[in-house]
């Protein structure tokens, strides 16, 4: 499968504990970005990279939540200290942008995170 | 701020029925607009998206979405629903010079056969 990967595919945590999740985006795609989905609602932007770059990052992105990209190929989401309200899934998508555009977004499966 | 709005959260329809799910948006510029769609237990995967061109695209499945501008309007449409359609259908937008989806809270179809 040359589709977005996620790693782990579900997360169960104790509260307080630090959790890392992992994306490899499709090989050729410059851009990745994290969101974030809750149950009842659409995906929530969370922060995205062109390369290595991390451009954007929202205001949801509290500052125990940190993203990294280094070689701009795959790239982990780091929670530390997690709380009850981080449950929730986490999305990965990449997409290719060239000459000023930009191609759609294609999804990984996720990372469900429980915290208890 | 820049939101999309889905009207229906829950939709039932039998099977052969024909299907419109609603999505308006809000942002005065240029847009690029898209419908996904997350099938049980499956990642969201692009069903159609407008850029450019005629407002009237087709995506896969039988599914087509209009782009109606002064609506700000960006409805999907099939004429006769499939139960293997059950799924959950999320309509998104990225601003002309932006680099984020904004999505809607997402609308539940399903399928009776």
């Known amino acids: 499968d040359t589709g977005v990967s996620q790693d782990p595919r579900h997360k169960i945590t104790k509260r307080g504990q630090n959790v890392t999740f992992r994306c490899d985006p499709i090989s050729e795609h410059n851009r990745l970005y994290w969101y974030r989905q809750t149950l009842g609602q659409g995906p929530e932007f969370l922060t995205y990279f062109q390369n290595e770059a991390q451009l954007e990052k929202s205001r949801l992105l509290s500052d125990r939540f940190s993203a990294e990209r280094p070689k701009g190929s795959f790239s982990t989401l780091e929670i530390q200290r997690t709380e009850q309200g981080d449950s929730a899934m986490y999305l990965c998508a990449s997409s290719l942008e060239g000459s000023g555009r930009v191609t759609e977004a294609f999804f990984g499966q996720g990372t469900r995170l429980t915290v208890v | 701020a820049q939101s999309v709005s889905q009207h229906n959260h829950h939709v039932i329809l039998s099977e052969a029925a024909s299907l419109e799910l609603g999505c308006n948006y809000s942002?005065?510029?240029?847009?690029?607009l898209f419908w996904y769609v997350q099938y049980p237990g499956q990642h969201l995967q692009l069903l159609l998206k407008?850029?450019?061109?005629?407002?009237l695209v087709k995506g896969i499945k039988g599914f087509e979405a209009e782009f109606i501008k002064s609506k700000f309007s960006f409805n999907l449409r099939k004429p006769s629903v499939q139960w293997s359609d059950t799924a959950e259908y999320f309509c998104?937008?990225?601003?002309?010079?932006?680099?984020?989806?904004?999505f809607g809270t997402g609308t539940q179809l399903k399928v009776e056969l």
């Open positions: 407008y850029f450019s061109g005629d407002p």
């Open positions: 998104a937008f990225i601003t002309g010079g932006g680099n984020k989806l904004t």
């Open positions: 942002y005065g510029g240029t847009v690029n």
